[in-house]
């Protein structure tokens, strides 16, 4: 009987994350600074194209790489946003969320035995998806002191002859540590030198505080600053260094940024026998993302800059409100650029993350994550998502503030 489960199926840890939401949800009165999903509902219009294809017939499967349509419009918004283009036709396909994105890529370019080097604090799924495409996960830890940035000095220490690609995510969960285009170029130069596919999952880009004044003046040079707004319509992205185009692969998703989670849909971007490769494992265990979600997905891409703008104003309101409210408590917190996590040091309070995060949510009703879920070095943080109401985050601030003075 102990043979029914595959053995790197049963070594697996389940989700540090799910594990301790499972407290939670047997909880009352709790304010959440955990989950990590918009408060937002998804904007009407968005909706409504689900609705009317729904109204219309569209439910049938559709192509493997997704609709026309969709693709299309992925490639208009990629272009507009981030200046980067891929040719619909066989450089892009439509997933079940990035989380799919993610495990097709590693699994359609890792034989057993590659190396993935990947970074911690990092999303839990990483090392898990690599180890269930029998390759091998090799964590480079981002430090405070460099404000969870990835460097390539981390990563030149790490990289072997059997290392096949890096996996990354930025603007970062749980970090919310972003790059530079500097840091950006600085890594794609790292991947040239050791021949390595780079993977970018970057499903919060559009949640980017701190675009720089470099992307400001890119911006203003290629005439993308909206006269009206002022909003600057380039975002940093990997994909957009088209001398490394056959070595990225953009992994993105609607869920974040268009507060689009239960749509689950995403899209991979790269080169097209990537792409192919990827699409062929996506063909027998999927088929195709949902036909709703994919008209939805149109709607976003196409018309929903706006609804993204509104949502990351907020976000960085209360941003701006919590992160010098838990600094003046003596909770050490950088300012995070992107996402919507802050990752705070509890190492003053005496308590490990995992101590202080069910104090905190079994004593004075506040739930957030311990930073162990998201690997060893994130051991004594805690991550808090400000992915809910101003009104709510300052009562949460309120019990944190009882609970320090209880253990002062």
């Not at 898990?128 to 830890?141: D, F, G, K, S, Y």
């Not at 002859?161 to 950006?184: E, I």
């Not at 300012?335 to 004075?364: C, I, N």
């Amino acid at each position: 009987m102990r043979n029914r489960v595959a053995e790197h199926v049963a070594a697996l840890p389940k989700s540090g994350i799910r594990k301790f939401f499972d407290i939670v949800a047997q909880s009352k009165d709790i304010v959440s600074l955990g989950v990590g999903e918009p408060d937002f509902d998804t904007p009407w219009h968005i909706s409504r194209a689900a609705v009317t294809c729904l109204e219309n017939g569209g439910t049938h499967y559709t192509s493997n790489l997704g609709t026309p349509e969709l693709r299309q419009a992925i490639c208009r918004y990629l272009e507009r946003r981030f200046c980067a283009k891929f040719d619909w036709k066989c450089e892009v396909l439509a997933t079940v969320g990035v989380s799919e994105a993610i495990d097709l890529a590693i699994r359609a370019i890792c034989s057993p035995g590659d190396e993935v080097l990947y970074h911690e604090p990092c999303f839990v799924s990483y090392a898990p998806t690599i180890r269930l495409a029998h390759a091998v996960p090799v964590c480079v830890e981002t430090r405070v002191e460099d404000e969870f940035r990835l460097t390539v000095d981390a990563l030149e220490k790490k990289v072997t002859p059997k290392t096949k690609a890096v996996l990354l995510n930025f603007p970062c969960n749980p970090t919310g540590a972003t790059l530079s285009r500097g840091d950006m170029a600085a890594i794609l130069g790292f991947c040239e030198k050791h021949d390595l596919l780079l993977l970018a999952d970057e499903v919060y880009s559009e949640l980017n505080y701190e675009i720089s004044e470099e992307e400001n003046l890119n911006a203003e040079t290629q005439g993308r600053r909206d006269a009206e707004s002022g909003v600057v319509n380039v975002l940093p992205s990997f994909a957009a260094f088209p001398e490394y185009r056959d070595r990225v692969i953009l992994l993105n998703g609607f869920s974040k940024s268009w507060a689009m989670t239960g749509y689950r849909l995403g899209y991979a971007c790269g080169p097209d026998d990537v792409i192919d490769a990827m699409m062929k494992i996506h063909q027998y265990g999927i088929m195709s993302a949902p036909t709703l979600a994919q008209a939805a997905g149109v709607a976003a891409m196409d018309f929903g800059d706006k609804d993204v703008d509104r949502m990351r104003r907020e976000y960085k309101k209360r941003r701006d409100w919590l992160v010098p409210e838990l600094n003046a408590l003596g909770l050490k917190t950088l300012m995070p650029k992107g996402a919507f996590y802050l990752f705070v040091d509890v190492r003053s309070t005496g308590l490990s993350d995992e101590e202080f995060a069910l104090k905190l949510l079994k004593e004075f009703g506040v739930a957030c994550v311990p930073g162990s879920a998201f690997g060893a070095c994130g051991a004594g943080f805690v991550r808090m998502s400000y992915a809910t109401s101003l009104d709510k985050i300052k009562l949460a601030a309120s019990r944190i503030a009882k609970m320090l003075k209880s253990i002062s």
